[in-house]
């Protein structure tokens, strides 16, 4: 006696027809490419909205919106430092505090169109954030 469930006349034959495989193939393969396509759209947007998180954070825990311009990062890393700073330094504060990487090269034009705005100070090669201006006639 053998453990073989099958009987001696069980015999199972499929027939496929050539164009029948053929057709249903064409079919994944339309399939598969579609959703290739698609996948890469949604890689796509992701990347957008991962770049627009950058400058953009969303709120922090505490409900407390969190500086959005590299402007607003620049003045929050100054300020934190307590006393003139190089850009170098910005832009290791800037990563370290808000994750965000920023060029030299988008810092120093900010950098340079806050001095005409009277917002920060150029110290020989270090800024800082500028003093309350002193009214005029006062005895300092």
């Known amino acids: ?26 079919a994944l ?24 998180l950058r400058y953009f954070p969303a709120a922090g825990g505490d409900g407390a919106a969190r500086p959005r311009t590299i402007r607003e990062m620049l003045k929050v890393v100054m300020a934190e430092a307590g006393e003139p700073i190089r850009i170098r330094q910005m832009s290791d504060a800037i990563q370290e505090r808000f994750g965000v990487s920023v060029a030299r090269t988008s810092i120093s034009p900010i950098l340079r169109k806050m001095l005409l705005r009277g917002d920060v100070e150029h110290i020989g ?16």
């Open 125 to 140: 090669d270090k800024w800082t954030l500028a003093g309350p201006a002193t009214p005029k006639g006062s005895q300092e």
């Open 1 to 26: 006696m053998t453990n073989d469930d099958s009987g001696p006349n069980d015999v199972d034959t499929v027939t496929l027809r050539r164009s029948d495989v053929l057709a249903r193939l064409a």
């Open 29 to 52: 393969t339309s399939t598969h490419a579609d959703l290739v396509g698609r996948a890469a759209e949604v890689a796509r947007a992701i990347e957008v909205e991962k770049a627009l």
